[in-house]
Nanobody
Framework: QVQLGESGGGLVQAGSSLRVSCAVS??????MGWFRQAPGKERDFVAAISVSGSSIYYADSVKGRFTISRDNAKNTVYLQMDNLKTEDTAVYYC??????????????WGQGTQVTVSS
């Protein structure tokens, strides 16, 4: 059974950094993605990384501030978030599936971790 578990969310001030992690159990060889959902809004794509890490994609809104990475030996994917803005406040979800910005191409999802950025 594939399980994804996010951790590392929290409350931070604008301009600071935070790293969220996603531990995967039961399955290893998938592309991984991060999505986020702000209150009252749809879930949006944030970043995705291929199995090898050689292909990486970012949403325009986070490009240059967020970095996705993975450690296949630890079955863990990370999202390093720098220069956080209040508009980054959301529940962050990791997902495993096909490399894409479309959430419908991801088969497995974590439960989400809250990231709140205060001004």
């Amino acid at each position: 059974q594939v399980q994804l578990g996010e951790s590392g969310g929290g409350l931070v001030q604008a301009g600071s950094s935070l790293r969220v992690s996603c531990a995967v159990s039961g399955h290893s060889f998938d592309a991984m993605g991060w999505f986020r959902q702000a209150p009252g809004k749809e879930r949006d794509f944030v970043a995705a990384i291929s199995v090898s890490g050689s292909s990486i994609y970012y949403a325009d809104s986070v490009k240059g501030r967020f970095t996705i990475s993975r450690d296949n030996a630890k079955n863990t994917v990370y999202l390093q978030m720098d220069n956080l803005k209040t508009e980054d406040t959301a529940v962050y979800y990791c997902a495993a599936g096909r490399l894409s910005s479309r959430e419908t191409l991801y088969d497995y999802w974590g439960q989400g971790t809250q990231v709140t950025v205060s001004s």
